[in-house]
């Protein structure tokens, strides 16, 4: 994991300077790790006008930085009604990691969503949520859900499973 927060600022202007798609996404990927808030504003820009990979590991950065001021813009991305649907996934991801409960919604509707790597990531937002109020979508998702990613061979039966047994295992050792 990097830690030299010094080279934050000249990472965001080169990310701003810079055309070469490959990279934008190994500077966003460093800023992610190194989860400097500084970033927020220009990784939120990249998800708000990109559809590439460069969007897809800005909103996986903007989840491991966990700035609340993500929240709204990774939502929008979220609910984006065509295409897009690796960044869609990928915000789903990182929407749960904010831990905020107005990701609660969006996420349960992503459940059902039209691609599968949506729904599957949707289940491991609200697992990283970890709100009871999951619950009952991700029973529906475990039983009636037969999607597969065939890219990662992930099933949303899955996803679903292991976001439930989370979230009760939190719920047993709150008590």
Same mark, same amino acid.
């Given at each position: ?32 790790? $190194?989860? +400097?808030? #500084? %970033?927020?504003?220009? @990784? *939120? ?8 990979? !460069? ?8 989840g491991e930085i966990g700035d609340e001021q993500a929240l709204e813009p990774l939502i929008k991305v979220l609910e984006h009604p065509w295409g897009r649907g690796w960044a869609r996934s990928w915000a789903a991801e990182a929407v749960g990691k $904010?831990? +905020?409960? #107005? %990701?609660?919604?969006? @996420? *349960? ?8 790597? !949506? ?57």
């Open positions: 994991m990097l830690k030299n927060a010094k080279s934050v600022e000249p990472m965001i202007e080169a990310l701003r300077s810079s055309a070469d798609e490959g990279a934008r996404g190994s500077i966003v990927k460093a800023l992610g790790q $190194l989860r +400097d808030k #500084r %970033a927020v504003p220009s @990784l *939120i820009s990249i998800i708000e006008t990109d559809d590439g990979s !460069v969007a897809c590991f800005s909103a996986k950065a903007l $904010l831990d +905020d409960l #107005r %990701a609660l919604q969006p @996420l *349960i509707k992503a459940l059902v969503d039209k691609e599968v790597a !949506v729904r599957i990531a949707a289940a491991k937002g609200l697992m990283y949520l970890g709100d009871a109020g999951a619950l009952p979508a991700l029973d529906r998702a475990k039983l009636e859900d037969e999607g597969i990613d065939i890219d990662t061979g992930e099933t949303v039966k899955w996803a679903a499973t292991r976001a439930r047994r989370y979230i009760r295992h939190i719920k047993q050792h709150k008590k």
